[in-house]
């Protein structure tokens, strides 16, 4: 029972002084990949996770694996990604945009974290956070509408729970509400000047957005648009009885 007290007097005592610490955590920047070279070491089914992932966001994935597994073979072989059937080289980072090291030898890892620091590449190193110059996220993607989670390599289940839980509460049919959305923010910006004004709209635009998605389990692209065009109309009609100009 001492022992008991003891920690947990000592777990207080610690817990206290890292209060005082700031922690700065990761920036999360989203960034372009379309047709930019990403370099994945590693031939498992993290590695497979991994090239999922970027191939949604139409990277141009170059695979470097002695072995692979058959679902990364498959896509090699659809052309999906480019597969180098070989051990890992140092000069395979020099065109890489991202690199993600995800073999089963940490002393590869190391070495690939090194060529990558060198030539100024990003890299992830997976499961070894303190070699990570970047976190490859948990990722919520709804076509423009992506959410990406990390918890800065701390505990990683914890960021999977914060996706399973965004994917629940914005289902798929947030693409397309997001892609419809878009073309209201464009026609809005060309006939409203007041940003007060403006904000006002788009807002009231995804309110009635967030209710028909919570209404309909399968998105109606023809209902949705029609409840937008009556919100925007009674919105801009709001705004002419103020007496703003809305050109």
Partial sequence: MLILVWQASALSINLKNAKQVKKMGYFPLFINLSGKEVLVAGGGKVAERKVRILLEFDAAIRLVSPETIHALRDLADSGAIRLLPRKYRAEDVDTAALVIAATCDRTVNRQIHDDALRKCVPVNVVDDPELCTFFFPAVVHRTDFVVGITTSGSYPALAKYARQQIETLFP????????VLKEYRKKIWKEIQSPAQRAAVLEGLIDTAAHVAKNDEILDRRILIEQLDKTCGKLTQQI??????TQ
């Fill in 172 to 179: 798929e049919q947030y693409g397309e509400i997001t892609n």
């Fill in 240 to 245: 002419s009885e103020l007496g703003c100009d």
